[in-house]
């Protein structure tokens, strides 16, 4: 029986822990309790294990009280006194303290009766209501006994612990490299901290910021910077909007800005105040810029998909790119032509007026491409002086007219070399996806397509139609 009792009280402390914090918040004890929850775990453990202690030195009979009683003896009074001795130098009132432990009582009581075995319910629901008895008397005969001078030394040593315990919270707060705000369950400002401040570009030295009224907040003696965060940094509201109004307890997001007429990335971070009383249910902001580090991921992204001398989509890019338009293609049913087109007589061109020129072609014709192509449209360099198109929403026909239109446009560009202007034509090959068909289908018909238009005389532009192979 009595491991009986000990299993129940321990495999239930969660329970215990929400029935207490209930009555804490209805009859409003929860304004002087703590705000964490592992405050309130370790408490209901360390009564937990006194009751156990207790109902094992008792053999499981029902606790008594003889008038020589020192109530120091068993685990419960012991317990007792050092919970009077904890609490007298928080400052904690008695009648205070004993009304809570009614309800501490209460929760350990209704525990038994509610989930307890039917042939053990009154016996223990009168064994833990008498050694809460015992814990009460020999809490209140500890609070007591000691002396005037005994107390007031010990509220002195609990203030300086205190005063050190704020001057921490300070330190740490405004030590934080990352600008922090703490804003109340209004959205108003509590509290920033110094980084924030000189992200906001708002002058006050540290003595200003800890000792203007409040735990950091820029000028709380004018209440002026007490505002919404939106009054500050409007780009942050629809984030903190949406955060305040969901239930999740934290999020993170990256966000591009126009900061003080610059642009900026910002790294946000977003935590709702762990607080089980309810005293503090406001939300944590933390802010970090990263613009550096944007700047050279996207440095650093557009040289893993830019081709380096044309300035298009790499061959990886393009690629890529296209597999997502093809599966759109097939799922939609939507209509995707492909473009190969490939520069005549290009070695030539090396070899009579050198890789310069002919890097200044390649460059030319990538220019004029980009000119020509819809936003939609993706164009790469696949290979030497080899190019790909992939261009949505768009039939055969009309792929064939904006073929010609570039064949005839790229024809007509004139690019510098050492003594004259140089020429070239390209020759094009183009096919319209059919359903079912892959990225790879499409490539392998818009090749076999150009080799016709090479080698049929170039400077042409050759849709593939199944029939040309039976030809």
């Known amino acids: 029986m009595t491991q009986q009792l000990s299993q129940l009280l321990q495999e239930n402390e969660a329970w215990l822990m929400e029935r207490i914090l209930f009555y804490s918040k209805l009859y409003n004890f929860s304004k002087y309790t703590s705000t964490l929850l592992v405050a309130w775990r370790m408490s209901i453990s360390g009564l937990t294990n006194s009751l156990c202690m207790a109902f094992q030195s008792h053999a499981g009979k029902e606790p008594q009280f003889t008038p020589d009683e020192d109530y120091a003896a068993d685990p419960i009074s012991r317990f007792g006194r050092l919970e009077a001795q904890r609490h007298r130098e928080r400052g904690i009132t008695l009648s205070m303290f004993l009304g809570l432990l009614k309800y501490y009582r209460d929760a350990y009581v209704e525990l038994v009766k509610e989930k307890g075995p039917e042939d053990f319910k009154q016996i223990w629901a009168r064994f833990v209501s008498r050694s809460f008895d015992r814990f009460e008397i020999a ?6 006994t000691t002396n005037n001078s005994q107390r007031i030394s010990s509220l002195k ?52 910021i800890y000792y203007s009224g409040g735990h950091s907040t820029v ?16 780009w942050l509201t629809e984030e903190m909007n949406a955060f305040f109004t969901g239930d999740i307890l934290s999020d993170r997001v990256e966000i591009k800005t126009n900061f003080f007429g610059e642009n900026k990335y910002f790294d ?34 557009h040289l893993a ?9 790499n061959r990886h890019r393009f690629l890529e790119r296209a597999e997502d338009e093809v599966y759109r293609s097939e799922r939609y049913n939507r209509h995707l032509s492909l473009f190969m087109l490939d520069i005549d007589h290009f070695k030539k061109i090396n070899d009579s007026f050198g890789h310069a020129i002919g890097d200044d072609v390649l460059r030319a014709l990538s220019a004029e491409c980009r000119k020509l192509f819809r936003q939609t449209d993706i ?86 139609h199944h029939n040309l192979e039976a030809s």
């Open 139 to 144: 809490l209140c005969t500890e609070w007591v």
């Open 157 to 208: 040593k609990t203030n300086r612990n205190l005063a050190n315990e704020k001057n921490k919270y300070l330190t740490i707060f405004e030590s934080i490299p990352r600008p922090a705000f703490l804003l109340d369950k209004d959205m108003l400002i509590d509290s920033i901290n110094i980084s924030a401040a000189n992200l906001l570009g708002l002058t006050c030295d540290t003595v200003e």
């Open 219 to 234: 000028g709380r003696k004018t209440e002026g910077h007490r505002k919404p965060l939106d009054a500050y940094l409007p």
């Open 268 to 301: 946000v971070f977003f935590s709702r105040m762990l607080d089980v009383s309810d005293k503090f249910s406001g939300i944590l902001i933390l802010l970090d810029e990263i613009t550096e580090r944007k700047k050279l991921e996207l440095q650093l992204n």
């Open 305 to 313: 998909t830019t081709d380096a001398l044309t300035g298009v989509h």
């Open 379 to 464: 164009f790469g360099r696949i290979g030497g002086e080899e190019f790909s198109a992939i261009l949505p929403e768009t039939t055969l026909e009309e792929a064939e007219q904006i073929a010609e239109r570039l064949r005839q446009s790229l024809a007509q560009i004139k690019v510098d070399g050492l003594h004259d202007s140089i020429s070239f034509t390209v020759s094009i090959g183009v096919f319209e996806r059919k359903e079912g068909q892959n990225l790879s289908d499409i490539l392998y018909y818009a090749d076999k397509a150009l080799y016709i238009a090479k080698n049929s005389g170039r400077n042409k532009v050759v849709t593939w």
